[in-house]
């Protein structure tokens, strides 16, 4: 256990396995926020259409709907730091095909969609198996501290990626960010590859052993979905993902059309709005980091605050007032978003850990295939603002509903259940 007189937002760093992993997730994070940002963008820029944004969006997240149970699976099965290992290279030559395409003009609207689903194999298996290896590192006293401060990197790469795609974009050329995330790709994969994860043999050969004396932990997709199904905390947890993964984290999709119809169609807008989301989201990380267990009265003020945000952004036509709209959106996506995790994962066994992720992430990441499409139809039919209101009332009824449900029991942390 961490001693109350140690500092707690940085402890995961001391492990020196998680620290070098750290480090080599940030240039390649950045390149791919940049390649986000620039691929909605290109799809505008295309085609002129949010619909087709808000398609690009749900063509991506597919596969993860697909493949995020089974790839929770494997991470339970297999070596976690290999499965990262050979995720990574795919989403390299991924990006650098997408380079390649878009810097010798040859690039369709076709290839796009190709590609986003390429990406999106890999996103459903990387990240059951990454958020696996990172618990597997720091173990569970140190497991939210360690969610945070990688949540906390990613949004130091959506401050700057963002930032350097809208500079780039109109002053070198759309292309240049993809190469950037190709080449990013190199530092990841070197700090997979030099890592040392202690006892990790004898944790797959426990993980084996424990497979064939319980069917609980033999690795059925089936089996983490009882788990979920018949204990309360877990079941309400998911469903609380799924309310915001449908309308809450399609920025991707909602802002480029803001900046679009609002804004005049600047590039350095939309790089700015996506940036100052990504400063909100960083504070967040680092509050989030410093908070010991997660609770449901954190998850339902998180909800709460989300809602108002997002009708903050609702009001379209000033950047006084949008810019504090984004930046407390993305303050208290990321707190809601790190404290989900953390709540499902402290709430499985360990053994199971992998599926209940994958689970997670299906429902979070899966929810784009209907979720960005309808909020770039909403834009497009009406107006960005219309967009982020019904989300915002979305949000707020949530957790409403949740609240009266939870009723006296807010303060509680989560409980693993066992498995038989």
């Given at each position: 256990?961490?001693?109350?007189?140690?500092?707690?937002?940085?402890?995961?760093?001391?492990?020196?396995?998680?620290?070098?992993?750290?480090?080599?997730?940030?240039?390649?994070?950045?390149?791919?926020?940049?390649?986000?940002?620039?691929?909605?963008?290109?799809?505008?820029?295309?085609?002129?259409?949010?619909?087709?944004?808000?398609?690009?969006?749900?063509?991506?997240?597919?596969?993860?709907?697909?493949?995020?149970?089974?790839?929770?699976?494997?991470?339970?099965?297999?070596d976690?730091?290999?499965?990262?290992?050979?995720?990574?290279?795919?989403?390299g030559?991924?990006a650098?095909?997408?380079?390649?395409?878009?810097?010798?003009?040859?690039?369709?609207?076709?290839?796009?969609?190709?590609?986003a689903?390429?990406?999106?194999?890999?996103?459903?298996?990387?990240?059951?198996?990454?958020?696996?290896?990172?618990?597997?590192?720091?173990?569970?006293?140190?497991?939210?501290?360690?969610?945070?401060?990688?949540?906390?990197?990613?949004?130091?790469?959506?401050?700057?990626?963002?930032?350097?795609?809208?500079?780039?974009?109109?002053?070198?050329?759309?292309?240049?960010?993809f190469?950037?995330?190709?080449?990013?790709?190199?530092?990841?994969?070197?700090?997979?590859?030099a890592?040392?994860?202690?006892?990790?043999?004898?944790?797959h050969?426990?993980?084996?052993?424990?497979?064939?004396?319980?069917?609980?932990?033999?690795?059925?997709?089936?089996?983490?979905?009882?788990l979920?199904?018949?204990?309360?905390?877990?079941?309400?947890?998911?469903?609380?993902?799924?309310?915001?993964?449908?309308?809450?984290?399609?920025?991707?999709?909602?802002?480029?059309l803001?900046?679009?119809?609002?804004?005049?169609?600047?590039?350095?807008?939309?790089?700015?709005?996506?940036?100052?989301?990504?400063?909100?989201?960083?504070?967040?990380?680092?509050?989030?980091?410093a908070?010991?267990?997660?609770?449901?009265?954190?998850?339902?003020?998180?909800?709460?605050?989300?809602?108002i945000?997002?009708?903050?952004?609702?009001?379209?036509?000033?950047?006084?007032?949008?810019v504090?709209?984004?930046?407390?959106?993305?303050?208290?996506?990321?707190?809601?978003?790190?404290?989900l995790?953390?709540?499902?994962?402290?709430?499985?066994?360990?053994?199971?850990?992998?599926?209940?992720?994958?689970?997670?992430?299906?429902?979070?990441?899966?929810?784009?295939?209907?979720?960005?499409?309808?909020?770039?139809?909403?834009?497009?039919?009406?107006?960005?603002?219309?967009?982020?209101?019904?989300?915002?009332?979305?949000?707020?009824?949530?957790?409403l509903?949740?609240?009266?449900?939870?009723?006296?029991?807010?303060?509680?942390?989560?409980?693993?259940?066992?498995?038989?």
């Amino acid at each position: 256990m961490t001693s109350t007189s140690e500092p707690t937002t940085f402890r995961a760093l001391r492990v020196p396995a998680f620290r070098l992993y750290f480090v080599g997730q940030l240039s390649s994070m950045c390149g791919t926020w940049a390649q986000t940002v620039a691929m909605a963008w290109l799809v505008l820029q295309l085609t002129g259409s949010g619909t087709t944004v808000g398609l690009l969006t749900s063509v991506q997240f597919v596969p993860v709907v697909l493949l995020s149970a089974w790839a929770g699976a494997v991470a339970d099965r297999f070596d976690q730091r290999r499965s990262v290992l050979a995720v990574q290279t795919v989403l390299g030559v991924q990006a650098s095909v997408l380079a390649i395409v878009v810097l010798t003009d040859t690039v369709e609207l076709w290839m796009l969609y190709g590609l986003a689903i390429v990406q999106g194999i890999g996103l459903a298996f990387d990240t059951p198996t990454r958020q696996s290896l990172v618990g597997r590192v720091v173990g569970n006293d140190d497991l939210r501290n360690a969610l945070s401060l990688n949540a906390g990197l990613v949004q130091v790469a959506r401050v700057v990626g963002p930032a350097v795609a809208g500079i780039l974009i109109d002053s070198v050329g759309i292309g240049i960010c993809f190469a950037i995330n190709a080449i990013s790709y190199g530092a990841i994969i070197t700090a997979v590859v030099a890592m040392k994860v202690p006892g990790a043999r004898d944790a797959h050969a426990e993980v084996r052993h424990s497979s064939a004396a319980s069917p609980a932990a033999s690795g059925r997709v089936s089996e983490g979905v009882r788990l979920i199904w018949t204990t309360p905390e877990l079941r309400d947890t998911l469903g609380l993902a799924l309310i915001v993964g449908l309308v809450a984290v399609n920025f991707t999709v909602a802002l480029p059309l803001l900046v679009r119809d609002e804004f005049g169609d600047d590039a350095r807008t939309f790089g700015l709005l996506a940036a100052v989301y990504g400063v909100g989201a960083l504070a967040g990380a680092v509050v989030s980091a410093a908070r010991p267990h997660p609770t449901k009265g954190l998850l339902l003020r998180s909800m709460g605050i989300l809602g108002i945000s997002l009708a903050l952004c609702a009001e379209r036509t000033h950047l006084g007032i949008v810019v504090p709209g984004v930046a407390a959106a993305g303050f208290v996506g990321l707190l809601l978003g790190v404290t989900l995790n953390a709540s499902l994962q402290l709430g499985s066994p360990t053994a199971m850990r992998g599926r209940v992720i994958g689970l997670y992430f299906l429902v979070a990441f899966g929810s784009n295939v209907v979720g960005g499409p309808l909020v770039g139809w909403i834009a497009e039919t009406w107006t960005a603002g219309v967009s982020f209101g019904v989300s915002a009332v979305t949000v707020l009824a949530g957790a409403l509903g949740l609240a009266m449900h939870w009723r006296g029991r807010l303060a509680e942390p989560p409980t693993t259940p066992s498995v038989s």
